[in-house]
């Protein structure tokens, strides 16, 4: 340390200027003091390692980069350790096209699947082509549910397979329905008769053990279902708008028709390919 008052240099344990005599400071001495310097230093460190540590575990300082920064620098190099002239972008260049996400886009496939469809759509004509006239008046509001899809069924097995028949015990005629529920909506609905007051409710009545057609018998007539227009909405997801009616087999008059539209599906365990998922009444 030096004398303040006249620079004289002294050792650190001195209390006095031995050459003009002035006193020295504790502080001074102490400041002076090699390991006062070496402690102030070592807390020092210790407090920065400490703000680091603090600052990396609390994810406020990312050291990451550093590691980039190299690999990026190294692949710059070359062999020598020379770095490597970057390459500069062509004027003019097209800049890589981005991945477009798929969207489907609805789309008329009536050509397509018609013919497809049919072995489908026959099976739908019978009861809805019977249905229209109940309709077609607005006396009798159109509902689609486990019922209305059993009595489907039911008449499909009277008018193609003649299989439901007067006395056939009850769990005969509920086992054929619902294999015939099975081929045309799969898993979508589940057999449910139920007998009720309006239609199609009471097309069938229980009696006894078995059941009995119960709605007015239309003979002469003749079953018609025509395709208007199928729209695929998703993959694998159509609409079908379709028109139903009877005609007089006598000379082909038409009677009361009524259009409906029904959504199927593709499923690959359907007898027919596709099963109905969904049916309402066309406006």
Same mark, same amino acid.
């Given at each position: ?8 240099e002294?050792?650190e ?35 920065? $390692? ?5 600052? =990396?575990?609390? /994810?406020?300082l990312?050291?990451? &980069?550093s ?18 002239p ?27 699947k ?38 489907m ?23 054929k $329905? ?5 081929? =045309?909506?799969? /898993?979508?609905?589940?057999?449910? &008769? ?27 007539k ?5 395709v ?15 028109e ?33 998922s ?6």
């Amino acid at each position: 340390m030096y004398c303040k008052k006249c620079g004289t240099e002294l050792r650190e344990e001195d209390k006095f200027c031995y050459y003009c005599g002035r006193r020295t400071g504790v502080i001074q001495r102490a400041l002076s003091s090699k390991a006062f310097v070496g402690s102030v230093i070592a807390v020092l460190v210790v407090a920065v $390692a400490a703000l680091l540590t603090y600052f =990396i575990w609390t /994810g406020k300082l990312n050291l990451s &980069f550093s590691s980039q920064n190299q690999v990026s620098d190294s692949s710059n190099q070359g062999e020598n350790g020379e770095e490597k002239p970057k390459e500069k972008e062509k004027a003019g260049s097209t800049p890589k096209p981005t991945a477009t996400p798929y969207v489907f886009q609805p789309s008329d496939v009536t050509k397509e699947k018609k013919a497809e469809m049919k072995p489908l759509t026959d099976r739908l004509m019978p009861f809805l082509a019977y249905s229209a006239s109940f309709y077609a008046d607005g006396s009798h509001a159109f509902r689609w549910d486990n019922a209305s899809a059993t009595t489907m069924a039911l008449y499909n097995l009277e008018h193609y397979d003649k299989s439901v028949k007067y006395g056939d015990p009850m769990e005969t005629i509920e086992k054929k $329905a619902k294999r015939e529920m099975k081929k =045309i909506f799969g /898993g979508n609905y589940k057999y449910k &008769f139920k007998y009720e007051g309006t239609y199609p409710g009471y097309v069938y009545r229980p009696t006894g053990n078995t059941m009995v057609f119960n709605s007015t018998r239309i003979p002469g007539k003749d079953y018609h279902l025509k395709v208007k227009n199928i729209t695929e909405y998703e993959e694998g997801k159509y609409r079908l708008v379709v028109e139903a009616y009877l005609s007089l087999q006598a000379d082909g008059t038409k009677g009361d028709s009524q259009k409906y539209t029904v959504t199927a599906e593709q499923d690959a365990e359907s007898t027919f390919g596709y099963v109905v998922s969904k049916i309402k009444l066309s406006k």
